[in-house]
């Protein structure tokens, strides 16, 4: 089969199983909102726990991450078959790429969705199993310090190039895909913060969490 058609397949693959919009599903099934109208109008985590509480934003975050672990490893397992081992991380890569396409621009959602962070973490998850672990206790920590969302999700998508490039120039992975793909997602989630960004500079960000406990007392 002509390779250009299984990378298309594998990316199509990854769109339709990242654009599955699990905060939506949970969020209405709990308090039966639309997300949508909430808050930032967002599909994930973040936007869950204001629609719905901490159990059902981690239960998002959890299941926008290994929703794009299973689009790479799905689409790697079918298309798998006819490629040789040069274009199978391309369409692995391909698969993970299009998984964040499909959760930020969700065919199911009216092309809306989330910012990007959780399958970001889940399709590099694919690639390198303890990205999992390193962007938790990132998230923990930036979230700790700054409160941010944004700063938190930026920052663990910048991490992800630079443990990517770092494997690439040590050829641990061989294939430029997963490092290309990895600064390819990194835009696309800059592109989606960027009222966040203006926020944080004008210094209007939405700080929660212990660092809002802190901006409180310091206040007072």
């Given amino acids: 089969m002509n390779?250009?058609?299984l990378l298309l397949l594998a990316a199509v693959i990854?769109?339709?199983?990242?654009?599955?919009?699990?905060?939506?599903?949970?969020?209405?099934?709990?308090?039966?909102?639309?997300i949508r109208t909430v808050e930032s109008g967002r599909t994930g985590g973040t936007n869950a726990t204001r629609a719905a509480g901490g159990w059902i934003g981690a239960l998002t975050g959890v299941s926008?991450?290994?929703?794009a672990t299973a689009a790479v490893w799905v689409a790697g397992a079918i298309v798998g078959v006819w490629l040789?081992?040069?274009?199978?991380?391309?369409?692995?890569?391909?698969?993970?790429?299009?998984?964040?396409?499909g959760h930020n621009w969700s065919i199911y959602m009216g092309?809306?969705?989330?910012?990007?962070?959780?399958?970001?973490?889940?399709?590099?998850t694919a690639v390198w199993g303890w990205i999992f672990p390193i962007a938790f206790v990132m998230l923990l920590a930036i979230f700790y310090v700054t409160g941010m969302?944004?700063?938190?999700?930026?920052s663990?998508?910048?991490t992800i190039c630079v443990i990517l490039g770092v494997r690439y120039a040590l050829g641990i992975d061989p294939s430029a895909a997963y490092l290309l793909v990895s600064l390819i997602t990194l835009t696309m989630i800059g592109w989606s913060l960027r009222p966040n960004?203006?926020?944080?500079?004008n210094g209007t960000e939405r700080v929660v969490g212990p660092a809002a406990k802190r901006r409180q007392r310091q206040d007072e």
Avoid: C, E, H, Q
């Fill in 3 to 5: 390779n250009f058609i």
């Fill in 14 to 34: 990854g769109y339709l199983i990242g654009a599955v919009p699990f905060g939506y599903i949970y969020v209405k099934l709990k308090t039966g909102k639309d």
């Fill in 64 to 67: 926008d991450v290994f929703k």
């Fill in 84 to 101: 040789t081992a040069d274009w199978l991380p391309w369409a692995r890569a391909l698969a993970g790429m299009f998984a964040v396409v």
């Fill in 111 to 124: 092309f809306r969705g989330g910012a990007g962070l959780t399958p970001n973490v889940g399709w590099a």
């Fill in 149 to 154: 969302a944004s700063v938190v999700t930026f």
């Fill in 156 to 158: 663990i998508s910048a």
């Fill in 197 to 201: 960004f203006k926020r944080v500079l």
